[in-house]
Structure formats: C-alpha cells, structure tokens
C-alpha cells in the first residue's frame, strides 16, 4: 500500500471514528492500567463489568494490595485466568507503591519489568495515558493490518514495526483505537462487514464478502 492510499486510509477511519478511544472504564492511570491486565484474553465489557464494582472499592495500588490476592479474585473471577491475574496484580501494586510513589511509570521499561505487563499492555498504556506514538497489536489490529495491507506480517512484533513506519505521523497517536475499533465492529474475523466498510475500495483483503 503506497502513502497516498495509508493517509487515505486513516483519513477515512478517522472520520467514521471521530472519537476513537478505548472501550475500558477507567478514572485513574492505575486504574487503566490494571484493566488492560484484565483484558488479555477477556472483554472489554466483561473487565469493565468486574471493575466497576472492584474500582468503587479499591481503585488505588494501597486499597488493592490490602485486599490481598484472595480478596481481588472475588471481583474479577469472572474474567478469564482469573487466578494468575489476581496474583500479578497485587504484586504489580506492591512495586507501584516501593518503587514509584504508587504512581504508574511513563518508560517503558518500568512497566515492562511489572508482574502481568507485556510489550501489547505497556504499549496501551503507553498510548492511552500518556499520549505516546505506540501501537499495541492485539489480534483486531493484526487481522487488519494483514488484510488490509497497511503493514503485513507474520508475528505480532513485525506487524507492529510495519505499522509504525506506515502510519502517517499525524494519525500515530489515534492509529491503536482506530483500527482495533475498525477491526472489532467492522473487519471481524468472522462475517466482516465490508458492504459498510469505508476502506473497502482501498482494501487489498481478496476474500472481500461484497
């Protein structure tokens, strides 16, 4: 795909999507960052169901540490793997409070190095909270960038690069909730909407159900 049709691209989903932000309930920069730990391998609605009960509760590193690994579980069992999420959590929450005054850090590294935490949620919070120019490529974003053609690739890490050296600067902040949302509601895995897809034209997917 040639940088005319990329900026195109973005400029279309931007349109239809004028305010793309992420689908979690959250208050606090804590508080996104232990719903983005939920979320793997959950949704949305199911992580945001469990913490508007556990936020109003203990929505601060303190409050959930003192509820203990035992206490947390009876908020989020409902989410899958449940119990190791419990255990990260709480222990992500004790770091928080040692060794960053509670206060969820802006590199990186920090967050990479905190129980639970991976390259896809160190990337949405990166993105979320602090405005930062990543892409966390998590299944929707991989599914549309390979079909696409935006940036394809056979591992989720190239898929990421590719995207970054594709993305038009202007749209790098917007780029993660444009095309996950894109690719939760319109470029679904299974039956994608392309009759109502407002990049069908510019798609290189061969498969288009038109």
């Known amino acids: ?4 049709r990329r900026n195109e691209l973005f400029a279309r989903l931007q349109k239809s ?12 920069h804590f508080q996104l960052l232990v719903a983005v730990i939920l979320s793997a391998q959950a949704t949305d609605l199911s992580v945001n169901r469990a913490t508007r ?7 601060t590193p303190k409050a959930i ?29 004790s770091i928080l409070l040692t060794d960053h005054a509670g206060r969820v850090p802006r590199e990186r590294s920090a967050l990479e190095a905190l129980p639970g935490v991976g390259r896809k949620t160190a990337n949405v919070v990166l993105n979320t909270a602090f405005g930062e120019p990543t892409i966390a490529v998590d299944t929707h974003i991989f599914r549309v960038a390979n079909r696409t ?5 056979r ?7 590719g995207l970054l050296r594709a993305t038009p600067e202007s749209y790098l902040k917007s780029a993660h909730h444009l095309l ?6 319109t470029c679904r895995a299974r039956n994608p909407i392309c009759t109502q897809c407002v990049i069908s034209d ?9």
């Open 1 to 4: 795909m040639n940088p005319a």
């Open 17 to 28: 999507i004028p305010e793309p932000v992420t689908e979690l309930k959250y208050r606090t």
């Open 53 to 59: 009960k556990l936020f109003r509760i203990a929505g």
């Open 65 to 93: 540490q003192d509820l203990g690994v035992s206490g947390l579980k009876n908020y989020i069992r409902t989410i899958g793997l449940y119990n190791t999420k419990a255990v990260n959590i709480v222990k992500t929450c």
């Open 149 to 153: 053609g935006l940036a394809k690739g």
């Open 155 to 161: 591992s989720v890490l190239e898929v990421e690069r």
């Open 180 to 185: 996950i949302l894109h690719g939760r509601y």
């Open 202 to 210: 510019i798609c290189e997917f061969s498969a288009k159900m038109i």
